[in-house]
């Protein structure tokens, strides 16, 4: 028996593992079942070339849980005595911080050797033994033993035939790693495309009632995973049950990609995009990382342009730079190229389905557009390419392109600026009255209903084209949403509209973080009496403010909106005429007060142009201050009597109720009280 010192610093390399190298416990299975495949895989090699002579048999990994133990057993190259003092004593001779210092620039080097990835085991187990016997003739089989000190015992072994076991004792913390149920979570998680079988316990069957095991092993992996075979040869029926064996609950893929590029690196993969119902359904790290077969990670930030993680599927690639313990990308010249590649292989595939099936594309927009807004907004590039094929959609369910949708609005959509407009609704149902409004004049409407991306893409879009606008239809009325030329309409008289809009903003609810301004427009005898319309300028900066930081003033300012009164309307009509009849008489002798003030207010303002502040007579300066103190006092009664006149006119609540409710702003008590005033009406 040999008795020797891993280490001959003070610092030995178990605590360095356990701290840095290996953030997660459980990478010590993948660690050593990909190493038992290596092994696998390089006798098969030897025996391609002729420097193998036996029969290599039965080459199947398995895995075994005992009570206290978990074995490893491969029947690949094995190890000499030589072999194992060089993999795995020296590699800590230098001392953990020389041996970490020396492979931070060369983790390649590392990856898938025996060495590095047999440490792992130390994080789960307080002892481990390694029991070899090489192919070579010969050799006599060995025993190498550790308890995670830097102390260890090599000694002759019984082993009948070539390979490895590794028998780790499980350390006490994890003992969860005994369950059955854990190691086929790991295995199926880390190892189900290795290149060799692995299999763990056998397959079980109904006898007798109950489950029992049979003769044969229970592989877990698929050794040829689709992503290796030939696009050639694979059909739509294989992509699709393959992207169900990643994602047994989630509904048939939309399309996928099939990547495969051997310079200037070697990439192999396939994704998927989803089909996704609402963006409550968008999830990233759906797109896995392998390298050589070997799960890696799902978090392929750096490697996947950002738009592009909201995909799912596979990306297999040995160029990929690793640290040592493949759990963290780093940076490096590959990763941006394949980055690259990538971006261009799915625009690629988008601009293939659209021009060769217009159609089926359109039919995936709704679910397509998510990822290609998403990647326009974060990746110039990509927006170059995609804006061919982005699309349009509008009220009527009819797809545009961006160039073919300008050319169909721009005869009757261009304002008296030069500018096209494009008008828009993000709810078809809520905006209803303003789009077919729209609609009867002439105008086509398009529907932005993504509340995540569709007032980034707006914003995005009047960058992109040319003198283009974007409004949404309920902005503002109808007249003024194009502006063609300017008009002068017949105006209402100043006291009627401040009559209209006493009585109207004295009914108006009180809400939480909303404000009302009423304003008189002759709309036209057909048209609605009364609206509610919201300044495109404040709306989209509240929404910008919900998804951007930075914008949170915007967000805590109120909701402004504007209730517009219809002076042609016969109901408008009938107000004014009802309000003036039954409030002449008191608001007369107060209309004759405010003249007179009012007049002698502007006496005194045009006596002191010109004048600073201390040449103006103190007298004059307190009268000033009463006239306005009386005004106010005057313009409160006035408002008092018409207020307490619209409490009681029903017609007036019942138009401000019909426009909150026209907007989806009428809710609880107001709503039964509508309810109950509309029957009483009736």
């Known amino acids: 028996m040999q008795k020797g010192n891993i280490g001959v610093t003070t610092e030995n390399i178990f605590p360095i593992i356990k701290k840095f190298l290996y953030s997660d416990h459980e990478i010590f299975l993948r660690e050593l079942v990909s190493n038992a495949v290596d092994a696998t895989q390089k006798l098969k090699t030897l025996e391609s070339k002729g420097d193998f002579k036996g029969e290599l048999g039965d080459l199947t990994v398995k895995v075994k849980v005992d009570k206290d133990t978990i074995t490893i057993s491969d029947r690949g190259i094995g190890l000499t005595a030589e072999e194992i003092d060089k993999y795995i004593n020296q590699i800590a001779f230098s001392g953990a911080n020389d041996f970490l210092e020396k492979y931070k620039d060369d983790a390649n080097s590392i990856i898938g050797h025996f060495g590095l990835g047999f440490y792992s085991a130390f994080m789960v187990a307080k002892k481990v033994e390694i029991i070899t016997k090489s192919y070579k003739e010969g050799e006599k089989a060995v025993k190498w033993s550790c308890d995670g000190s830097p102390e260890f015992t090599l000694e002759d072994a019984e082993k009948a035939d070539r390979g490895t076991d590794i028998i780790l004792y499980i350390d006490d913390d994890c003992k969860e790693f005994l369950e059955p149920a854990k190691i086929t979570s790991l295995l199926t998680k880390y190892c189900r495309f290795l290149p060799v079988p692995v299999a763990f316990g056998k397959k079980k069957e109904w006898k007798d009632g109950k489950q029992v095991d049979t003769d044969e092993d229970n592989v877990i992996n698929q050794t040829t995973p689709l992503w290796n075979r030939k696009p050639s040869e694979l ?342 005429a009802d309000s003036e009849g039954a409030c002449n008489t008191e608001i007369s002798p107060i209309n004759e007060k405010l003249a007179e003030l009012s007049s002698r207010q502007n006496e005194l303002k045009k006596s002191q142009e010109g004048k600073k502040q201390d040449e103006i007579p103190q007298a004059e300066k307190d009268e000033l201050s009463d006239i306005e103190k009386k005004s106010s006092e005057e313009k409160s009664k006035k408002l008092g009597i018409l207020s307490e006149y619209a409490s009681k006119n029903s017609t007036i609540q019942q138009l401000i109720d019909l426009a909150l409710l026209q907007n989806n702003m009428l809710k609880g008590e107001a709503l039964t009280k509508f309810v109950k005033r509309s029957i009483n009406l009736i």
Request: contains cysteine.
């Open 235 to 576: 059909k739509d029926e294989d992509y699709k049950k393959f992207y169900q064996e990643l994602y047994p609950m989630a509904d048939e893929p939309l399309f996928w990609i099939h990547l495969n590029v051997d310079y200037p690196f070697n990439l192999t993969g396939i994704l998927y995009f989803p089909k996704i119902k609402s963006n409550i359904e968008l999830q990233r790290n759906k797109i896995q990382l392998y390298c050589n077969q070997v799960y890696v990670t799902d978090s392929v930030e750096g490697i996947v342009p950002d738009f592009l993680t909201l995909l799912h599927g596979v990306i297999d690639s040995p160029d990929i730079p690793l640290n040592v313990s493949r759990s963290y990308l780093q940076s490096d010249s590959n990763v941006k190229k394949i980055s690259t590649y990538i971006t261009k292989k799915v625009s690629d595939r988008l601009q293939s389905i659209f021009k060769n099936d217009r159609k089926d594309f359109e039919e995936k927009w709704d679910n397509l557009k998510i990822f290609i807004n998403y990647g326009m907004l974060t990746q110039e590039d990509f927006y170059d390419k995609a804006n061919k094929f982005s699309l349009m959609k509008d009220t009527q369910g009819k797809y545009y392109t961006y160039e073919e949708y300008r050319e169909l609005i721009k005869s009757e959509q261009t304002d008296k600026e030069g500018n096209l407009i494009y008008l828009y609704a993000t709810n078809k149902d809520e905006q209803y009255s303003y789009i077919d409004a729209a609609v009867n004049h002439g105008y086509n409407v398009l529907i932005m209903d993504d509340q995540q991306l569709d007032v980034a893409i707006v914003s995005m879009l009047e960058q992109k084209l040319e003198k283009s606008r974007f409004t949404r239809v309920d902005s503002d009325i109808i007249d003024r949403l194009i502006a063609k030329e300017d008009k002068k309409e017949p105006e209402l008289e100043t006291n009627k509209k401040e009559i209209l809009s006493s009585v109207f903003q004295s009914q108006l609810p009180v809400m939480n973080k909303v404000e009302f301004n009423v304003e008189v427009q002759s709309l036209g005898e057909n048209a609605s009496p009364i609206m509610i319309t919201q300044s495109e300028y404040m709306r989209r900066m509240k929404e910008m403010a919900k998804i951007q930081q930075g914008m949170s003033f915007y967000g805590e300012m109120p909701d402004m909106f504007n209730l517009v009164l219809n002076a042609d309307h016969k109901l408008i009509k009938n107000v004014l």
